[in-house]
Every structure is written in structure tokens, then in C-alpha cells.
């Protein structure tokens, strides 16, 4: 039901168009999988996602990031 509803959603389809965000913004985060992987968590989050995990696997170690929507914040 509702997560597909959610993966339906046009708000949530403009979340993944990492395109949008300004040059300066994306090379903030770093050109790299994870750093844009955690420049679409962000942008997620904005779109209204509850609940996102960046996962990034490298030969050395998994690490794992979660960004978790807090209203009193936004």
C-alpha cells in the first residue's frame, strides 16, 4: 500500500534528480558514491522519505549511515 504509493509519487521521483541541486552543493558532498548517496539522503528526507540508510562497501569495511526525518527540525 503505502510504499508503493510512496514509489509512485512524482514529489518522491524530483527527490532522485540529483541534477537539480546546484554544482557547488554536489561537490560539497563529494563526487564520490557515497558522498552523493548521502546528498539523495538529504534530498529524501526533504521529499518526505521517514527514513533512509546510505550503505557504502568498500574492499576494507561496510559502513553504514542513517538519516532519520525529525520534524522538530524542519
Known amino acids: 500500500g503505502r510504499a508503493l504509493a510512496m514509489l509512485g509519487s512524482e514529489r518522491l521521483r524530483r527527490a532522485f534528480d540529483l541534477a ?30 521517514k527514513f533512509v540508510t546510505v550503505y557504502f562497501s568498500d574492499l576494507v569495511e561496510n559502513r553504514y549511515q542513517t538519516v532519520q526525518f525529525d520534524p522538530a527540525f524542519h
Do not use: F, I, M, S
Open 20 to 49: 537539480k541541486e546546484p554544482a557547488e552543493e554536489r561537490e560539497a558532498y563529494g563526487r564520490t558514491t557515497y558522498g552523493q548517496g548521502c546528498l539523495l539522503a538529504r534530498r529524501l528526507v526533504e521529499h518526505g522519505a
